[in-house]
């Protein structure tokens, strides 16, 4: 019998998903953000790059504020209006300290109970080899859960005005191969499809697809291939870390 996920926790208010590039939380989980924020939960966006590198067509200077407002509007579809940028080098982010004080830094801004990121770990399912900014900044955002509430890890954050926040509960990685929770992800699948196509100049770069049909097979394949082990329903999976 295939193990069934656990559905992921409700008692929260505030999360913040932190991650790399613009795009990666749209091909990872907006759907459950949509559906979060359909009941009132308030969800906003950490981002270490504006993945100037990720358009081999257009140089670093051009394609940053395009990708930007691109991710903006791709919240946006999904209920989130809050999204910053930390402004890493894309594609050659480092795990360290000063990443972790970055990430620690927007925890503590935002305060959330519940912190997302992506895969950190070497491959995907071990068929595809992950990329080094997702494995840097997956790695640190599991570390800054805790940074972020140790006032001596970091005391120049205290002197910014920046007190610690040791309220966060879960951190939740979402493209995980070993998935313990999820969420359904029905209500929100269609505005994932929306977010993930507002991406539409990463996006017609990448496929010789028509760009809405290519997002919408890829997001409702994912969901569905995980139905199994959530009861029949599209789903969104999660690997939850509790703290």
């Known amino acids: 019998m295939t193990e069934q996920l656990t559905p992921m926790p409700e008692d929260w208010r505030r999360a913040l998903a932190v991650v790399a ?124 859960a805790a940074d972020a509430g140790n006032r001596w890890i970091f005391p120049e954050l205290t002197e910014q005005g920046l007190e610690p926040w040791d309220g966060v509960r879960w951190v939740a990685v979402a493209g995980s191969s070993t998935p313990t929770h999820a969420v359904d992800a029905t209500p929100g699948l269609e505005r994932s499809v929306q977010s993930l196509l507002a991406h539409r100049t990463y996006i017609e770069v990448l496929t010789d697809e028509d760009p809405e049909a290519y997002c919408r097979a890829f997001l409702t394949g994912n969901a569905e291939a995980a139905a199994e082990r959530f009861g029949g329903r599209p789903a969104v999976t999660f690997e939850l870390f509790s703290r």
């Open 21 to 144: 590039h613009p795009d990666d939380l749209e091909y990872g989980c907006a759907a459950a953000v949509a559906g979060w924020t359909d009941a009132g939960r308030d969800v906003g966006y950490l981002l270490a790059t504006r993945g100037e590198a990720g358009i081999d067509t257009l140089d670093p200077e051009t394609c940053a504020p395009l990708r930007e407002r691109e991710q903006r509007a791709s919240a946006a579809a999904v209920g989130v209006s809050h999204v910053e940028f930390l402004d890493h080098r894309d594609g050659v982010i480092e795990y360290g300290p000063a990443l972790r004080r970055d990430i620690a830094a927007g925890i503590r801004r935002f305060r959330p109970e519940l912190v997302i990121t992506l895969n950190h770990r070497d491959t995907w399912g071990g068929v595809a080899w992950n990329t080094p900014d997702h494995r840097a900044v997956g790695r640190a955002a599991l570390d800054a």
